[in-house]
């Protein structure tokens, strides 16, 4: 199985500040590799697409970048609604694995 | 607009079955793959496998090869996910989540862009 590798697994933050979390694929992966956010007591909601492309109706500062091993997400500037968890997930081999989660929480 | 519903919370004891539901609303329910995937207290999320709704086709995760099985009733546009020889680290919320990928189309992608409202599933004795 391919093994997801998310840093941080947790990150204080702040309103209006630029948060980027890592994602690193223990084999190549392509860009064959989404982001979701998941809020506490709710479903994960996909955010970005095969690496970089962002979903109909998500805000446009979220972004995402990278192929192979290594991806980026990033918030651009945080709102007091981006407090969640985020999940790396790849599907480039079956079974289709996540990383661990990212939880962001207000500093 | 397009949903998915799923069935209650279950208590089960160690070594029972548990079966979740999974309607689809507001899109042709055959048309695309639908995953199910869980998410274990303090823990991330965890792929279980997808149907094919159109064939009844599956894909199990190694892990669960024996003890999941995924059904569905199209005449009801229900998905059903059973899980037998429960234990204590089944203890979950277990998602349904449709595939924007159509079973149709040859192109190799997975996004799953609807997730269903959630099953809590304790295993406890």
């Known amino acids: 199985d391919i093994q997801m590798t998310q840093s941080p697994s947790s990150l204080s933050v702040s309103v209006g500040d630029r948060v980027t979390i890592a994602c690193q694929a223990s084999q190549d992966i392509r860009d064959y590799l989404n982001w979701y956010q998941q809020k506490p007591g709710e479903a994960p909601k996909l955010l970005i697409y095969a690496a970089s492309n962002l979903e109909t109706g998500v805000p446009s500062r979220f972004s995402g970048s990278g192929s192979g091993t290594d991806f980026t997400f990033t918030i651009s500037s945080l709102q007091p609604a981006d407090i969640a968890t985020y999940y790396c997930?790849?599907?480039?081999?079956?079974?289709?694995?996540f990383g661990q989660g990212t939880r962001l929480e207000i500093k | 607009q397009v949903q998915l519903v799923q069935s209650g919370a279950e208590v089960k004891k160690p070594g029972a079955s548990v079966k979740v539901s999974c309607m689809g609303l507001?899109?042709?329910?055959?048309?695309?793959?639908m995953h199910w995937v869980r998410r274990a207290p303090g823990q991330g999320l965890e792929w279980l496998g997808w149907?094919?709704?159109?064939?009844?086709?599956?894909n199990y995760a190694q892990k669960f090869q024996g003890r999941v099985t995924m059904t569905r009733d199209t005449s009801i546009s229900t998905a059903y996910m059973e899980l037998s020889g429960l234990r204590s680290d089944d203890t979950a919320i277990y998602y349904c989540?449709?595939?924007?990928?159509?079973?149709?189309?040859?192109?190799?992608?997975?996004?799953?862009?609807?997730w269903g409202t959630g099953t809590s599933v304790t295993v406890s004795s």
């Open positions: 997930q790849q599907y480039d081999n079956l079974p289709i694995t």
């Open positions: 507001e899109y042709t329910f055959t048309a695309h793959y």
């Open positions: 149907i094919n709704p159109n064939s009844g086709g599956t």
């Open positions: 989540a449709r595939d924007r990928r159509t079973v149709e189309t040859p192109d190799y992608y997975y996004y799953m862009d609807v």
